[in-house]
């Protein structure tokens, strides 16, 4: 249990002073930390120590504003998931902790223009087992394409751009996706051989753990204009893919925290956490580690893209039509582990700073220009999957989320560990359960589907309300799932 300092200082806004010392006495925060959470949820939020990383986090040299937490915020590496923090692109820091080990994790909707009369039980287990055999998924999964070591560079410097030219997806594909699907300063030289022997064989796969493939149908749409811009509407099949950059991003965080832990010590950086170790932005240490850590960001836009592309196979073959007349476009593709640089208005000037997202989403408000032009009016569409049993939500970006740096929510956020999951329940009965639900999953093994239990989170629709009623992103559609793969 927490017992710090917190203030309430709005409806949705809870404040850490700056004037916490920390659990030792001994803290020297230079901002405050804001955790973005209702009454309802503050007490279950301080059970989890994961308040005092939000007030660690504020010790980084040259963060700029406040260390920020979303409402799904839970204990992490270093940062708490849920972790959002700015530094200055001039004299500021960067933290691997601040990203996260599955490096661009994120989260895709394909819309389809079927509706939900078009869906039987039978036509939904058919299109959930097909995935399942078109997409490796599990612990250790293997893609069924082998990349050599020059494909596997052109996929490191070209993110999705290199599947869709390789024939695993459309051209306009790349138009829907956070930066294109490419962080054009991914550096090969930055990154370990190791890295790549775990990264060759894993395009194209969905992994284990929370990382799923969803058929959902839209069950009520909460803003018109937005839901139409985005081409969603009432009863619509959508799939939502969740996964991220595997055991390559994993392998590129653990070489360069080694690296980082030292750099702590080289440049005289005195933390209260090693987990949060850093350098300089414009260090060897810093701008090596944001190099390679764009390369895992590239390879998981390439992994989700080709998933997209066994997506669309698999409609293709149970329902025998083509992928274009069932119109399966992205919606859209956001990541939710990532540092970037960014410019941002910060006390009526236009400042460039890095902003770590650890478990948040980008939510871009209407007007900025890294926005899809179709989408630009709106604003950025958000997408915050849900936990296999309850419902996922299309929101859309505000300008109200600069605050945030323009971030907000990812997702549900645990309440309990893995292990302790598989303590208190068995796969084969959660599988059940959902059937009654009307959801057919099809897990990689009873043992994830058991950690990965609906009950193991936190009320997706309470972590949203707050992100929504705080003003950071605003609700356009509920979707609720009808079969999922789970990796």
């Known amino acids: 249990m927490w017992n710090g300092p917190l203030n309430k200082i709005g409806e949705y806004r809870y404040e850490i002073p700056k004037t916490y010392k920390g659990e030792r006495g001994n803290l020297n925060m230079r901002t405050s930390g804001i955790i973005y959470a209702s009454d309802e949820m503050i007490d279950a939020i301080k059970k989890?120590?994961?308040?005092?990383q939000v007030a660690n986090v504020t010790t980084l040299p040259g963060i700029v504003g406040k260390s920020m937490a979303m409402p799904e915020i839970h204990w992490g590496y270093g940062f708490p998931i849920g972790g959002v923090a700015a530094t200055s692109a001039d004299d500021g820091t960067v933290s691997p902790g601040g990203v996260g080990f599955d490096i661009n994790c994120g989260v895709?909707?394909?819309r389809t223009n079927l509706k939900?009369?078009?869906?039987?039980?039978?036509?939904v287990r058919g299109l959930v087992d097909e995935m399942f055999k078109n997409v490796p998924s599990g612990v250790g999964s293997k893609a069924k394409v082998r990349l050599n070591k020059n494909q596997l560079d052109d996929v490191i410097e070209m993110g999705a751009r290199w599947a869709v030219e390789n024939g695993y997806g459309w051209e306009k594909d790349l138009e829907t996706l956070e930066e294109n699907g490419c962080l054009e300063t991914a550096d090969l030289s930055h990154i370990s051989e190791k890295a790549k022997d775990r990264g060759k064989s894993q395009v194209g796969s969905l992994g284990a753990g929370n990382h799923f493939l969803e058929i959902q149908r839209v069950a009520n749409i909460s803003d018109d204009m937005a839901a139409k811009t985005y081409g969603v509407e009432k009863d619509q099949i959508v799939v939502l893919i969740h996964t991220g950059s595997r055991g390559f991003g994993h392998q590129i965080c653990t070489d360069h925290l080694k690296v980082l832990e030292q750099a702590v010590k080289k440049y005289g950086i005195g933390l209260p956490d090693r987990q949060l170790a850093c350098a300089p932005v414009h260090s060897e240490e810093g701008q090596s580690y944001l190099k390679a850590m764009a390369g895992a960001a590239n390879f998981a836009w390439c992994n989700r893209q080709m998933i997209v592309h066994w997506v669309r196979q698999s409609f293709e073959n149970v329902l025998g039509e083509n992928a274009e007349d069932m119109e399966m476009n992205i919606v859209y593709d956001v990541c939710h582990n990532v540092a970037k640089l960014e410019e941002h208005e910060i006390d009526g000037k236009k400042m460039e700073v890095y902003v770590h997202r650890k478990g948040a989403t980008r939510a871009f408000g209407p007007g900025r220009k890294e926005i899809p032009l179709q989408y630009r009016e709106v604003g950025q569409p958000v997408l915050i999957p849900g936990d296999m049993g309850t419902e996922s939500y299309l929101l859309k970006g505000?300008?109200?989320s600069e605050e945030t740096f323009g971030s907000t929510c990812h997702g549900a956020g645990r309440v309990?560990?893995?292990?302790?999951?598989?303590?208190?329940?068995r796969g084969e009965e959660i599988g059940a359960k959902l059937e009654r639900k009307g959801i057919y999953a099809h897990p990689a093994s009873w043992s994830v589907m058991a950690e990965e239990s609906p009950d193991a989170y936190k009320d997706v629709s309470q972590v949203v309300n707050v992100t929504h009623g705080a003003g950071l992103s605003l609700k356009v559609a509920r979707m609720i799932p009808l079969g999922v793969v789970k990796g």
């Open 116 to 123: 939900i009369h078009d869906m039987d039980k039978e036509k």
């Open 416 to 425: 309990l560990s893995r292990s302790a999951a598989k303590r208190k329940w």
């Open 48 to 52: 989890d120590n994961a308040l005092e």
């Open 398 to 400: 505000t300008k109200e």
């Open 108 to 110: 895709r909707l394909v």
